[in-house]
């Protein structure tokens, strides 16, 4: 329990609650403002013992920092990545519910549309895609005082917005858990140990001082976060404080078992016969590397109805496969003209690196990704050309 808080402010927290208890007990008062006082000292006790065993993984410097900020802000804009997952949303939407509350005027912009089974979210509706309202919300971004980006590290994350969002005035901060952030915000939050950004998101807001004003909206928004980028606490999930705080959650009321049905059972029929033929038909598993792919042209796709969101998932479903420690799903892409490339694995084996050296792109150890402008076949070409050179770790023989 090494983290846990300081020596000196665990001194200044018996202050704290002592002199609140003198204060508790102080016969002069009235007595209906000891029993007011009574209600404030237990709230502020749950919300100390709390903080207590929560480690404070964000700087204090940058923690003040934001405070300022946050303080002398009047216009706040939340920017995430371009096909916004989960965690994107649920990050941006959780701090949008919490800097509402703090009387801010808030949008949340994204590149373009997120998934179906995110829509439920509270607040969803009011995020803007920026494809659709591009005038608009370049207006709200350049008339931001400040600027919070949620789960990426780098500009060209946010596809289109990256030049607006680089050249507008206002201060701008990271909030993100990718390796390597770039150089484009004062402010840099930036924990790659963390497997999601909604949960540094509410460490923020507790290392504010603010966990009480956390509403049941907001928790729904980084409970949906947190759950989704580790796959219903599948994977990146031993963290033992990942669990105080999805307690927290649960006593702002928010219902776990309804979020995980509305994300994870709630798909089309289209999507579930799209399934069933990809595993049939278009998985390719390549034992002797303990790796598989998957791939989807746009015809497939059309076939069966793909609307956003319906192959989520698809590329984790060969790592069930006993010794299969790395798989790709490639998909060409409805909207750009491109194939989009989605990499995991279990274990060491780092797909980030594969994803830039071949894919042009990046992402965590277990989880990366990338996009390929050419034909499917060069695609699959590259795919198996990483094979070869990653031989070795994939083989456990590194
Ligand atoms: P997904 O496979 O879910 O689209 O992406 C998984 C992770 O890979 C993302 O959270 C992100 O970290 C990373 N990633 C996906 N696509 C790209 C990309 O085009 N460029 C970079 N740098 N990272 C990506
Ligand atoms: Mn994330």
């Excluded at 090494?2 to 018996?14: H, I, P, Q, R, S």
């Excluded at 909604?198 to 049941?216: A, H, M, P, T, W």
């Excluded at 599948?234 to 033992?240: I, V």
Aim: charged residues 25%; aromatic residues 12%; proline residues 3%.
């Amino acid at each position: 329990m090494g983290n846990l808080w300081k020596d000196e402010e665990a001194e200044m927290l018996d202050w704290r609650i002592g002199f609140i208890g003198l204060s508790l007990g102080n016969s002069s008062f009235p007595s209906n403002f000891v029993s007011v006082n009574e209600e404030i000292f237990v709230v502020l006790l749950f919300q100390i013992e709390f903080e207590i065993m929560l480690s404070k993984v964000i700087a204090q410097a940058s923690v003040d920092h934001v405070e300022k900020w946050f303080e002398k802000a009047d216009r706040i804009v939340i920017v995430s990545h371009v096909s916004p997952d989960g965690d994107a949303i649920g990050s941006s939407l959780g701090l949008y519910h919490f800097l509402t509350s703090q009387d801010k005027n808030v949008h949340v912009i994204v590149p373009n549309a997120f998934p179906d089974f995110l829509k439920w979210m509270p607040g969803a509706k009011d995020v803007i895609q920026y494809n659709r309202y591009k005038d608009f919300a370049d207006k709200l971004i350049l008339e931001a005082d400040v600027i919070c980006c949620l789960d990426f590290n780098v500009l060209s994350r946010i596809d289109e917005m990256e030049e607006v969002v680089k050249n507008a005035p206002g201060r701008k901060m990271i909030v993100d858990h990718h390796l390597y952030p770039g150089d484009f915000a004062r402010i840099v939050i930036s924990h790659p140990e963390i497997s999601k950004t909604s949960e540094l998101v509410f460490r923020l807001i507790c290392q504010l001082g603010n966990f009480s004003d956390i509403s049941k909206e907001g928790a729904e928004c980084i409970y949906t976060g947190m759950m989704t980028d580790t796959g219903g606490f599948t994977y990146n999930s031993n963290n033992r404080e990942i669990y105080l705080i999805i307690g927290e959650l649960l006593s702002r009321g928010i219902d776990k078992d309804e979020i995980y049905r509305r994300v994870f059972n709630t798909y089309s029929e289209d999507r579930l016969r799209l399934m069933g033929y990809v595993l049939y038909d278009k998985m390719q598993v390549y034992p002797e590397f303990n790796a598989a792919l998957i791939t989807l042209s746009r015809a497939e796709q059309k076939k069966f109805r793909y609307v956003k969101g319906d192959t989520e998932g698809f590329v984790n479903m060969p790592l069930s496969i006993k010794n299969v420690c790395f798989s790709a799903f490639l998909r060409e892409d409805t909207e750009k003209d491109m194939i989009k490339i989605s990499l995991r694995s279990v274990g060491t084996f780092p797909c980030n690196q594969v994803a830039a050296d071949f894919f042009n792109g990046g992402g965590h150890l277990n989880a990366s990704g990338g996009e390929f402008y050419g034909p499917m076949e060069e695609a699959i070409a590259l795919f198996k050309q990483a094979l070869v050179k990653y031989e070795d770790l994939l083989l456990g023989k590194k």
